[in-house]
């Protein structure tokens, strides 16, 4: 819950009024994952928003405590800045990986795998 309350409200945070927000998860089947991951299958959430996105040089630091893409509008908006390594300490403790991918034409994507264990037969 902690993931997805984070990752929304980053998203409704840096969305413009009439912007677009959507949220997906889908199931990920047995041996469809990298195979280091092993025979687990696993969830997929997916937040993508319309917003004013992540320059590509500044993706990879996102996760970082206290980091902040851009400064000026953060402290207008508030946070702390640790919304989303919160999100990956999560994440990981679960096993599981997360990864941020710019939305053509702008826009952010956040990718959420976590792995789960397969359903019981009746």
Known sequence: MQVLANLLDNAIK???EGGHITV??????RGAQRPSDGPRSG????VTDTGIGIPEKDRPRV?????RVDKARSRELGGTGLGLAI???I??????QIR?????????RF?????AEPEARA
């Not at 969830?43 to 997916?46: I, K």
């Not at 994440?91 to 599981?96: A, I, L, P, S, Y």
């Not at 941020?100 to 952010?108: Q, T």
């Open 14 to 16: 840096y969305t413009p």
């Open 24 to 29: 997906s998860a889908r199931r990920i089947p």
């Open 43 to 46: 969830v997929e959430l997916v």
């Open 63 to 67: 996760f970082e405590r206290f980091y």
């Open 87 to 89: 999100v990956k300490h």
């Open 91 to 96: 994440v990981e403790g679960h096993g599981g």
């Open 100 to 108: 941020v991918e710019g939305h053509v034409p702008n826009g952010s």
């Open 111 to 115: 990718v959420v795998r976590l792995p």
